[in-house]
Every structure is written in C-alpha cells, then in structure tokens.
C-alpha cells in the first residue's frame, strides 16, 4: 500500500511538472482538471513500474569501459593498440549506446608495472566512473587489478593474462579469465607433445607470475603421463640475451625445451635455440605462440611448432569476415587476445542491457549464466570460478611452401573440448566454487 501511495505521489507530482514546462515553453496552460490528473496517473503507475519505459540503473549516464594493457613493451604487439582498436569495434558492431546511453572507452599503457596499473585502476574506479575494466595483460598486474576490482566491486574481464590462479587460488567474484590459462595451454600443448613421445623436458622460463604458472602447470602434466623434468631456468621479462639459459637447455640433454614465455621474449629465446643449435635429439616447443609471434618470426623460423590456441582467424567464414574487419584497422589480423577482447566486451554489454544496469552485482550474474555463442566461441561458459571455458585447439606452424596467402600460418591438428582443456571444478581452489 504504501509504495502504491509513493507512486501515486510521484505521478502527481511528474503531472505539475509537466504542465508547467509546457506553460513555460510554449504558453499553452494544461486544464488541472481530476479527469486529466486520473489518467496521467493511471498512465504513470502502469509505466514506472517496470514496463518498458521504468528507469534504468546506469550511473552518471554514461556505461565507461577502460582498456588497461602494454602499449610499449614486450606485449604491445599482441594486446596493446589491437586490444583498443578489438573494444572499439565491439562497442561500434553494438551500437555505440546502451539503454539510450553513452557507451565510453579510455585507456592507459601500464608498462608491466603493477604499482603504476594499481594505482590507475583505482583512479578509474573512485574518481573517473570507470564500470569495467578488459584486457589486463601481464599476469603480476591482473592479478593485482583483480583484486582492487573485488574491492570496488567492479567488473574485470582478464584476456591477456594467463596465470591460472587468476580464477583458480585467486579468483574474485568480479573477475573473469575470458581467453585461456595456463592450465588449458599445458593440457592442450604438453599433453599433445608428451603423447607423442616427448618424455624429458627443461623449461626457459620468463621470471614473472604467467612464467612461474606455466611452468608449473606444464610440468604437472608432463609428471602426471610418466614424462620426466629434468630442470629450469628463469629469464627477466623482456629480456634481449637468452645465450646462457639455451646453453643450460642444450646441456640437460632434455628431449624437448620447453618455451614458458611469450610476446617478445618467446621470440628472442626461439632465435636464440636456432642461433646457438640445441641437439638434433632436442625439439622445441612454444608454451604460448600467438599468430603475431609467427608473424614477426616468419614461417621459416617458426615452421612446425606446435602451438595451443583458443582461437584462429581462419577458421571459417565468421572468423574471416570478423578478422578481414579488423585488419582494415589494423593492417595484421587479430590473434586470440585481440578476437577475446571484442567478445567480451560484446558479452559484458549485452548483459549491462539485460540487467538494465551497470552495477556489478547486477551485470555478473547475468553474464555467467549466458552462453557465449559468437565469432570467438560456441557454447562457452563463464564458471562459478571466473574462468570463461571453451573449445582449444592444437596447432601446428605450415611450412612456407604450404601457405597460400597472407596470414596462412596453422593447421589444425585437433579441437579439444572444453571440459578437456581446461581445469576441472572438481580440482578447483577457488574459494567461490561449491564443494
């Protein structure tokens, strides 16, 4: 009764106004009459509450989505100014508004540095109306933004970043781990190498939270089919000299030295196992290769790599229209990151329309319980743990001779589903998962 009565109020009071602006406005007078006050309320208690014209929950008006990610160092070419250019056309291919609202995009180089990325996520948070934050690459900083996300209770949709504790140990209920992780790498790629009789392995590894992470996660598997580790070596990020650690490779006698870096620095290592020749016993295998890393090195270096990827612009027809649209921006076509990005970005605004809201606790729900069906993935879903699952796929690098265009760089060896790829709930640390 008594929200009845507040309606009521309300209406009566939207009628006043009304009827003085358009006194004001056009000097026309509005007869105060009951019959007249009867049937703008009538009108007003069917609409405000909840029919297609009730008010929507969008603060200060304007839906603000913030691209944090490397515009300058080792991951610029992977993420940086196609990880923009991927939300700009999400937000352009939904519109450019949502309920009727301004749709923003701001942006900032975090240079690998988790402070300077902390201290900007919570700039875009407290003062600057930020509603969701996408891209995040560098594991160190996602799993840094995370949190300060969970803080303020706003969304992080984490694409460039791959450590698996980012929705294993660490997971928060307002992030998600959209592309891939470490975990679904090495079941796809080392599982795939030791069953082909890749048994002994020593890791190059980059010295940060995603190397560390790779590292572990691939070793797991290699242990758990009977393979053998027989050691490690960690790099700076961003390193320019790999001499010493491809010696301590060659030396292990390893069957396969395992690459667990990525960007810039897989590629350096990758030059430098040619330059200094590992064994002819010893293969070597990229952890994390995106289509810009063979790019940059050219099918002759990168000739037979085996490569696990959750995404390949040449696919099929949907995954080539998208990709020709983009490369009319970019002038490269878009790896996996670059492909996650516009999805997500496209997935986080269509429930922002659903909820009629942008308030976190409003939009998650909605996102999680949503497939994902679109140009990035079929059937994906986003688990109680964060972590977005779908299918993977094994790779293989063509030959020069077996490319026949611009960018036909892969073959597709297998599709791996989901529920294989990626970590179980069932093994899940995370503390949001039911038991």
Known sequence: MNMLTNTAAFAAKRFDRLRTCMKDAVGVRLRTNTSAKLAFLAFSLVTVGGSPLAQTAISDDVIRIGVLTDFSGPFSE??????????????????????????????????????????????????????????????SVALAVAKIAAEKKKIAIVVGAGSSRISNEDCTPYSIQYAYNTAALANVAARAVVTQGGKSWFFITVDYAFGHALEQDAAKVVKSLGGEVKGAVRHPLNASDFSSFVLQAKASKAEIVGLADSGVDFSNALKSTKEFGLSPEQKVVGLLVTINDVHGLGLEQAQGLTVADGWYWDMNEETRAFSHRYFQKMKRMPSNMNAAIYSSTLHYLRAVKEAQSDKADDVMPIMKKTPVNDVYAKNGVIRSDGAMVHDMFLLEVKKPSESKYPWDYYKVKATVKAEDAFQSLANSKCPLVAK
């Not at 240079?111 to 600057?128: H, V």
């Open 78 to 139: 992977t993420n940086g100014l196609g990880s923009l250019r991927a939300t700009q056309l999400a937000v352009e291919d939904f519109g450019s508004t949502v309920l009727g609202k301004k749709i923003e995009i701001i942006y900032f180089d975090h240079k690998n540095k988790t402070e300077l990325a902390s201290t900007k996520a919570r700039e875009w948070f407290d003062r600057e109306g930020v509603d969701m934050i996408v891209d995040i690459q560098n594991s």
